[in-house]
């Protein structure tokens, strides 16, 4: 009796709330409308009920970490109970109708659940790896990518995606790398808040829309020597300047939720953190979503050495402000105990589940919890045509030319004889890459198909693939490609060889395999596994006429291939349409605009490397060895941040700044001209670079401070102005705040990080 009339209770202030809620327009008064009416849901809560909010399962429709071993129908009991504020891995309609029901039928208080997915680079229509789409440079095809993905998860009963992973990485050998936006902080911040646009749009309570979820807090692409999972040793001031940037954009572009990170910073468990996730996110940034642990980060802090025990685990986590706990089944064995035992103060439960239903308010799930269960979308809006066209749009933004000597490319289609050779060159799955989500197997136009839908059938096309990478081919989500499974198997390469000699060009697509970058894919070698470079020296002896179209996830030693091969077309894993966008760039169809977010090494030895470095007390020494140098090989990188060519060429001209002096609050507006002055109309990122002189602490030698991509057609000039201003000159000083320090500034614009055309300006007092 007492329950139907809690149960009235709630839905009453929920109903009344909602209906008012849709004559008010303005947001301020939305938000208090929320929160009025999460406190009136609070306020009816047990303290089980509470910490079942805080407790999130894996759905085993996909398993995304290891396993537990909690059964199927222990879940389930627990949903009915209320006693699971979310669930991840729940994939259909009918399954997370399933799911929702059980909480809506059975629980006391029918708090609807959240359902959160890696929807990373599309649901089932996918686009470039995040890596890859992020060398387009272009946030409004970002987002749009971004706003597909979450229609297409949203149509199948999906809510909350686990993305954008913002996390700044500078090292190759890091298997996630492919999952960020590369090495630079400003790039990644304006491309995450990009995505989370994208996802969240501009109301999250429309149907189409999910929340997103800024990951990993804090530090996690700085593990050491690239080991997933490793320590990252940052300083306070790096990881403000270098690492926390983005996701303080994320937190003011109103991100539902962040995860937090498993490595630990400085040797404290990130999960654990406190002064990371309470002290900065919550209370500096005054940011009111929630934050979700890493699969099973709680309980991880055991092996860290940080917890003794799972309670131990659980109320470290909670105190330090995780709010919901996946895979970890800590918060649900301990809470209540060390809530009652003073261990978790009160205020700290109610602070997350005030949080958790917040984003649940504002997604509209306690409007109507089956929102985003509708067959009809799912069997309409998913995979659809609009959608792979548009998929085709970023894959073919996102290829970066790397060399094209002798203007070997574009190739006219009338060729009479193309060998396409390499183990990725009918490769239908590596494009799909990692964190594919409902991206099935298989499914990617190869670049074979692409180059046949573009030629006519009168050019002869030779395919050979010459050689496979691993021996291994179950190439299934759990296939973890030891090394082993390299194949060491050359008898296909006579065959390519004999392809190659008589072709008028040879298409050559090597690189890395699907699996072999993502969450535990890290690699102390990042050249060509296999016997890939065999068949590559072996082609190019019989045929110089050679484009490697590289497919992979991290930055690759191709430094062989660099200094021999006329021309290098960086292909990433491209998604759904890769072949096909591929070939638009091969035959001209679309001039190459991409550029490189992250730096590609002359050899791992140089790992992690990246433009923004700082100058140290040696920076050259002409005189001497003794200066930050290695003895053999070059410092900088062999193609550097922001680098990618064209099949025009872009002239730099009449670099001006307004004014040579601004005081600490004031702002310059740079402009520069920028003509197409090749043969063909083409895009161009516009990149403008800052360096500090001299600081209170040590400043990189450069920092990308703005960008534009323009369209230029041929013999096009354009102006371009940039604004340089408190935010640009900002770091985190010394005095632990965010200051402009007055003192001497350089500034560069250019097509990459090595830009020439260079002025000079003053910050006084
Ligand atoms: C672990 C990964 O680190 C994280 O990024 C992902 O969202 C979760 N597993 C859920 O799959």
Redesign the pocket.
């Known amino acids: 009796m007492q329950k139907n009339i809690l149960v009235t209770v709630v839905f009453l202030f929920i109903t009344l709330f909602s209906c008012s809620d849709k004559k008010n327009s303005t947001n301020q008064t939305s938000n208090s409308k929320v929160e009025q009416k999460v406190d009136s849901v609070l306020a009816l809560m047990t303290l089980q009920e509470k910490i079942g909010q805080m407790n999130q399962y894996n759905g085993s429709w996909d398993v995304?970490?290891p396993a537990s071993n909690v059964s199927d129908q222990e879940k389930l009991e627990k949903l009915k109970n209320g006693e699971v504020g979310s669930m991840?891995?729940v994939l259909s309609v009918k399954a997370t109708r399933e799911a929702q029901k059980l909480v809506m039928d059975n629980s006391r208080l029918k708090i609807p659940l959240i359902i959160?997915y890696?929807v990373i680079h599309g649901y089932k229509t996918i686009f470039p790896v995040p890596l890859g789409e992020s060398a387009s440079w272009d946030l409004d095809i970002i987002k749009k990518s971004a706003a597909i993905a979450a229609s297409e998860a949203s149509a199948a009963g999906v809510n909350w995606t686990?993305a954008p992973?913002i996390d700044v990485s500078r090292d190759a050998r890091w298997g996630r790398i492919m999952e960020g936006s590369g090495e630079d902080p400003f790039l990644t911040a304006k491309i995450g808040v990009a995505r989370i646009q994208g996802f969240q749009g501009d109301d999250l309570a429309k149907n189409y829309t999910i929340a997103a979820?800024a990951?990993?807090f804090a530090g996690y692409g700085f593990a050491e020597a690239g080991r997933d999972y490793n320590i990252a040793n940052i300083g306070e001031y790096e990881l403000q300047n270098a690492i926390l940037p983005p996701f303080k954009a994320a937190a003011e572009a109103g991100v539902a939720t962040f995860?937090n990170s498993?490595n630990e910073i400085d040797g404290i468990p990130a999960t654990g953190h406190k002064i990371l996730q309470r002290d900065i996110l919550k209370e500096d940034w005054n940011w009111d979503g929630f934050m979700v642990s890493?699969?099973g980060s709680i309980g991880e802090m055991i092996a860290h050495g940080y917890a003794k025990d799972l309670s131990h685990a659980a109320e470290i986590a909670a105190n330090a402000g995780s709010d919901m706990d996946?895979e970890s089944y800590a918060y649900e064995a301990h809470l209540e105990e060390l809530v009652n035992n003073g261990k978790v103060d009160i205020n700290h439960i109610d602070d997350a589940v005030k949080r958790i239903l917040r984003v649940k308010f504002k997604l509209g799930l306690f409007d109507d919890p089956y929102k985003y269960c509708n067959e009809e979308r799912e069997k309409n809006e998913i995979f659809t045509e609009e959608n792979q066209a548009f998929s085709r749009e970023v894959a073919k933004k996102s290829i970066v030319l790397l060399k094209n000597d002798g203007n070997i490319l574009p190739l006219n289609k009338n060729i009479k004889n193309i060998a396409v050779i390499g183990p990725l060159a009918d490769d239908k799955d590596t494009p799909i890459g990692n964190w594919r989500a409902k991206g099935g197997r298989n499914t990617a136009v190869s670049l074979l198909e692409g180059i046949k839908n573009a030629v006519p059938s009168s050019t002869n096309i030779i395919h050979e693939k010459g050689c496979d990478i691993v021996t291994n081919k179950a190439i299934g989500r759990t296939f973890l490609l030891p090394l082993e499974f390299n194949t060491t198997d050359k008898s296909g390469i006579p065959a390519a060889v004999k392809a190659a000699k008589n072709a008028e060009a040879v298409i050559l697509a090597i690189g890395e395999m699907a699996l072999q970058t993502g969450?535990g894919r890290s690699q102390t070698n990042i050249g060509f596994l296999g016997v890939q470079q065999e068949l590559l020296e072996a082609v190019y002896k019989v045929n110089k006429n050679i484009v490697i179209v590289l497919m992979n996830g991290r930055p690759m030693d191709v430094s062989w291939a660099a200094e021999k091969v006329p021309s290098i077309l960086e292909c990433w894993q491209l998604g759904s349409q890769s072949g096909n966008a591929i070939a638009d760039v091969l035959f001209g169809d679309y001039n190459p605009s991409g550029k490189l977010p992250v730096s590609f090494p002359h050899n791992v030895g140089q790992e992690p490397l990246y433009y923004n470095q700082k100058n140290t007390g040696r920076p050259y020494n002409a005189t001497h060895v003794t200066f930050s140098a290695y003895r053999d090989a070059p410092k900088t990188a062999l193609f550097p941040f922001g680098y990618g060519l064209s099949y025009t060429t872009f002239e730099y001209k009449n670099l001006k700044l307004d004014k040579n002096e601004i005081p600490v609050n004031g702002k310059i507006i740079v402009s520069v001209d920028i003509s197409n002055i090749g043969n063909m109309d083409g895009e161009e990122v516009v990149q403008l670079y800052i360096r500090d002189l001299v600081g209170s602490l040590t400043r990189p030698i450069r920092e990308l401070k703005g960008f534009e991509k323009i369209f230029l057609k041929t013999g096009e000039t354009k102006n371009i102005t940039f604004t340089i201003n408190q935010e640009s000159l900002q770091f985190y000083t010394v005095n632990k705040k965010w200051e402009v320090e007055p003192g001497n500034f350089e500034v560069w614009v250019g097509g990459d990080s090595n830009a020439s055309l260079k002025s000079t300006f003053k910050v006084i007092e």
Request: glycine share 12%; proline share 0%.
């Open positions: 995304t970490g991840l891995n959160g890696d686990f992973m979820c990951k990993h995860m498993f890493d699969w996946m969450e």
